[in-house]
């Protein structure tokens, strides 16, 4: 429930602060004095939107919550501290027509808030409402007035939208991988092409080193052999007549190349090239796959199996779609027969249902009410596979139709009557001039179901009948004491009975407690 509202700078309050109670919460002043702006910065402290040309200045808004668990494990999930409170503050800046949000203090989008809000807070005027047309809240009145008893439904639906999340994932992933199929398998029959194995390159490089000095061995052979005989002529030939002191360094040089001659191979030893150039190619292949794919030999094995992978996940996944559509199928199956079930169980209550809300519209100032029910099958949702859909006419001879259609009074005492059944999932509301234009009897039964109803959810309404106010557990009053400046107090006692008073017309306090009874 909202603890307390605090305003500064907003609008036509300067500064405000407005402190509410759990049950039955009266505001009331005169036509203009700013009741609905109270409402619109609940509003806008709820995520809602702002109208920037309607905000002539920077303002601060704050909103003070009472916590309970589903509120403090929302809180949790965002990451967001939480000690009991839930507190949110909002500062607008028409300069920038920008707005910033804190969430206990954290940084947080309008969106955030609107989203942890939602189904909380039931904001209705004359000209907005929020809920009440929808057709699943609308069902879920009808269930809880009904006592609907889904049974096993809500597991199997719990496990049903898990194995669609599971199924949508992995058909969205499979639907990537087959897109890319052919071109992973271009990639990797490339890479098969070479078999590669592991430490090739660096054996490879190793035997090409080990090859190009025995090459160069052997050519090196090839030339001395070449030369030898020449050579060994020149230097016999020079022997025969060299002085004395040349001569036995040229016998030791004839005794070098003749031990050579006899060490070096013979031109008939084994042709390595053929293999050097096999080596030379195989690593220009090698070579080229890395300039491709922009990664070392290691990264190259590392992608092979990469692709491989991918392309034996494809057939996996496959096989992991096929198995859930068919556990889907058999799941399918047993929901159907549980949303029957339910279904059968809402058809029985329509009727009573119908009057239901028929009897308590005319109670509340309709002359003429026409209520139908109609229940549509849609896709399966938390509490069934159809859903329950209001029609309402306050025309004779105009068919039925969807609450959206009605007017704000109108839609204003229809959530009221839907409230009453005691469906309300929201733990606020707030209802601006629910009873405009309604008689005194009318208005004393409004604000007896608003009372009734206060014993449920914390009810905040605005109101010019005081037949309404007085039966409220706080009464606030919103005076404008300058066409730029309005104020907020609660009335009690004697205070209270002067401002019943004013709100019936008359100026004497003892008149309004005649009137509407009191002590």
Request: hydrophobic content about 40%; proline content about 3%; charged content about 30%.
């Amino acid at each position: 429930m909202i603890k307390r509202l605090t305003v500064k700078d907003y609008l036509i309050f300067e500064a405000a602060s407005v402190e509410f109670d759990g049950g039955f919460n009266v505001l009331s002043g005169e036509t203009g004095a700013g009741k609905s702006l109270l409402i619109d910065a609940i509003s806008l402290l709820s995520g809602g939107r702002v109208d920037w040309d309607s905000v002539p200045r920077r303002a601060y808004l704050e909103m003070v919550m009472e916590g309970d668990e589903t509120l403090a494990r929302a809180l949790s999930d965002l990451g967001i501290p939480y000690d009991g409170e839930v507190v949110v503050r909002r500062t607008l800046n028409p300069e920038t027509r920008r707005s910033r949000i804190l969430l206990n203090d954290m940084h947080v989008s309008a969106g955030v808030v609107r989203r942890l809000l939602q189904g909380r807070i039931f904001v209705g005027s004359q000209f907005a409402h929020t809920g009440v047309d929808d057709p699943h809240f609308q069902t879920e009145v009808l269930d809880r007035f009904a006592g609907v008893d889904y049974g096993e439904y809500p597991i199997l639906y719990a496990e049903y939208r898990a194995k669609i999340n599971r199924l949508r994932k992995l058909e969205s992933r499979l639907s990537e991988l087959k897109e890319r199929e052919d071109y992973l398998r271009f990639q990797l029959d490339g890479l098969k092409k070479l078999n590669l194995h592991e430490g090739e390159e660096e054996e490879l490089l190793k035997r090409r080193e080990e090859l190009e000095e025995i090459i160069k061995a052997q050519e090196w052979s090839l030339r001395f052999r070449e030369v030898y005989p020449s050579l060994r002529e020149s230097i016999t030939s020079l022997l025969r007549d060299a002085p004395e002191r040349f001569r036995g360094d040229l016998e030791n040089v004839l005794n070098v190349l003749t031990d050579m001659a006899m060490e070096v191979p013979d031109e008939g030893e084994e042709d390595l090239q053929e293999e050097f150039d096999r080596i030379n190619a195989r690593l220009y292949e090698i070579g080229r796959l890395k300039s491709r794919f922009r990664t070392d030999f290691e990264g190259l094995l590392r992608l092979m199996n990469t692709l491989e992978a991918e392309l034996r996940s494809i057939r996996e996944l496959e096989d992991e779609v096929v198995r859930l559509r068919h556990e889907l199928n058999g799941l399918i199956t047993k929901l159907e027969k549980a949303a029957s079930r339910i279904s059968d169980q809402r058809s029985k209550y329509l009727k009573e249902f119908v009057g239901y809300v028929e009897d308590n519209l005319r109670a509340l100032g309709f002359e003429y009410v026409k209520v139908e029910v109609r229940m549509e099958e849609t896709d399966f949702h938390p509490s069934g596979r159809d859903v329950v859909v209001l029609l309402v006419s306050t025309v004779p001879d105009v068919p039925p139709h969807p609450v959206s259609g009605l007017s704000g009074g109108e839609l204003s005492r229809t959530a009221l009557v839907l409230f009453s059944t005691g469906a309300s999932r929201f733990r606020t509301l707030i209802l601006d001039e629910i009873d405009m234009g309604v008689s005194p009897s009318v208005a004393d039964r409004i604000g007896r179901l608003l009372k009734d109803l206060s014993g449920q959810v914390q009810v905040i309404a605005i109101t010019h009948q005081a037949f309404t106010a007085m039966h409220a557990d706080k009464h606030l009053v919103v005076e404008r004491l300058s066409p730029s400046e309005a104020v907020v107090r609660e009335v009690t006692g004697e205070d209270r009975w002067r401002e019943l008073a004013r709100m019936m017309g008359v100026k004497d306090p003892d008149m309004a407690r005649i009137t509407l009874g009191g002590e």
